[in-house]
């Protein structure tokens, strides 16, 4: 079913001022059901340096790797409305870029302070360029941090597999804060707590300043998630290569790399 053009106009607009828009019930429930029994499955069946993060008990509350691990979530989001917006903002050459996971388990809560999202799974990250800094390795795979004109043609997709609410350590946002750039943004009262529920999902530019606070005591509750990132740029500066790039009209990608 296609998305209506003014509420695909808003959205935009929203996205384009604010940074960030909600989009209600993309999923249903037998969906997120099927999903988070095959997500819990994969990190509970692999090691720490494929991807899954573990604290000191054992306990999964994020993973990096999404892509090589999870294999829904190379095409999950190919459906409307979701790639109707992601065409809308990045153009028809749009492809998904990087997946993470995050989780609140109950009792097993976590902050994060106040970020962008500025750092890139890339190929090789000894490349020098002027469009690239902070090389480092996660989980096996070689990072940088993209330079402003990278960071500004991308939009993460946050699938909320459980409803996100006050007790179970929501999202705080810093509304226009991309507008900035780079530049870290001060919290003030226009600070905005993202309140979803099931099956939701946040579109987010990376350049929106962020945190993640604790869950409250005695929560019953999970906050799973799926980050999944994406690029209007098949082609990075330099001769950078993305880690992966699956394009969002197509099913196999321009070239993907595993690590």
Known sequence: MSVEPERLTNWRQQILNEGFVVISSVFSSNELDELTKRLD?????????????????????????????????????????????????????????????FDKPPERTWSLPWHKDMTLAVRDHSVVSPSFSKPTM??????????????EAMLTLRIHLDAMALENGPLQ?????????????????????????????????PLVAHRSIS???????????????????????????????IPAFGETSRQTYSS
Not at 50 to 74: C, H, K, M, Q, W
Not at 89 to 94: E, F, R
């Open 41 to 101: 499955e994969v990190m509970s069946h692999h090691e720490a340096a494929e991807g899954p993060i573990r604290d000191r008990t054992g306990t999964v509350y994020a993973g990096r790797n999404l892509l090589s691990l999870f294999e829904p979530a190379r095409t999950l989001w190919r459906r409307p409305p979701l790639l109707e917006l992601l065409t809308e903002m990045l153009g028809s050459n749009v492809g998904l870029v990087r997946g993470l996971y």
């Open 138 to 151: 996660k989980a096996g795979v070689p990072h940088v941090e993209g330079s402003l004109e990278v960071l």
């Open 173 to 205: 946002v810093l509304p226009r804060s991309h507008l900035t750039g780079k530049s870290p943004a001060s919290p003030d009262e226009s600070v905005q707590t993202i309140l979803t529920q099931r099956g939701d999902v946040l579109a987010i530019r």
């Open 215 to 245: 869950s409250l005591p005695g929560t019953t509750m999970h906050r799973r998630v799926l980050h999944l990132e994406f690029s209007g740029q098949p082609e990075l500066p330099d001769s950078v290569d993305w880690h992966d790039f």
